[in-house]
């Protein structure tokens, strides 16, 4: 095992970059831009979907522009010889993207569904919540209510106590 680590060179850093190479990234970095998808900035999935709609459609429609001599010529053959099978293909990739869109549709209205039931919820909660407290309230006053009867009860039946008494001492007198 030593002797494998120690033909093991660390691999060398890259060469810096040349113009040419600052021009290349900053090329792809423009193209990268173009074709990425928009941004959502929202949570609404109608915005999503809209702006994925917008990129679900594949072209076959590629440029053919060319700065080099012959560049745009040998393009325009190479668009040609492939159209058929890059179409077959677009058609395919667009059909399918389609497909996902539509079905995140009735999932997002799905969704929008139960946020709808879940924010009802939670207002008729609130007014639960409101109900339950003012019961709670009322029930204090009832217990409180019903120790201050059974005090008067309690009076009474003394009351009454020492009125069987007084009549039992007036009629024994």
Same mark, same amino acid.
């Given at each position: 095992?030593?002797?494998?680590?120690?033909?093991?060179?660390?691999?060398?850093?890259?060469?810096?970059?040349?113009?040419?190479?600052?021009?290349?990234?900053?090329?792809?970095?423009?193209?990268?831009?173009?074709?990425?998808?928009?941004?959502?900035?929202?949570?609404?999935?109608?915005?999503?979907?809209?702006?994925?709609?917008?990129?679900?459609?594949?072209?076959?429609?590629?440029?053919?522009?060319?700065?080099?001599?012959?560049?745009?010529?040998?393009?325009?053959?190479?668009?040609?010889?492939?159209?058929?099978?890059?179409?077959?293909?677009?058609?395919?990739?667009?059909?399918?993207?389609?497909?996902?869109?539509?079905?995140?549709?009735?999932?997002?209205?799905?969704?929008?569904?139960?946020?709808?039931?879940?924010?009802?919820?939670?207002?008729?909660?609130?007014?639960?919540?409101?109900?339950?407290?003012?019961?709670?309230?009322? =029930?204090?006053? &009832? +217990? $409180? #209510?019903?120790? %201050? *009867? @059974? /005090?008067? =009860?309690?009076? &009474? +039946? $003394? #009351?009454?106590? %020492? *009125? @069987? /008494?007084?009549?039992?001492?007036? +009629?024994? #007198?």
């Amino acid at each position: 095992m030593a002797e494998h680590l120690s033909d093991w060179q660390s691999p060398s850093l890259p060469p810096p970059l040349g113009e040419a190479d600052r021009g290349y990234i900053d090329l792809v970095r423009r193209a990268s831009r173009r074709l990425s998808s928009p941004e959502v900035a929202t949570d609404n999935i109608s915005d999503a979907l809209g702006a994925a709609a917008g990129v679900s459609v594949f072209n076959v429609d590629v440029p053919t522009a060319s700065h080099r001599a012959g560049g745009q010529v040998v393009k325009q053959l190479v668009k040609r010889a492939t159209a058929w099978y890059l179409r077959y293909l677009t058609d395919q990739m667009t059909n399918f993207s389609q497909a996902v869109l539509r079905s995140l549709g009735v999932l997002g209205q799905r969704a929008q569904a139960v946020d709808d039931r879940l924010e009802a919820m939670e207002s008729r909660s609130a007014d639960y919540d409101h109900r339950i407290a003012s019961l709670a309230k009322a =029930q204090e006053r &009832l +217990a $409180r #209510a019903y120790t %201050e *009867l @059974a /005090r008067s =009860q309690a009076d &009474l +039946a $003394r #009351a009454q106590a %020492e *009125l @069987a /008494r007084a009549r039992a001492v007036r +009629a024994g #007198a």
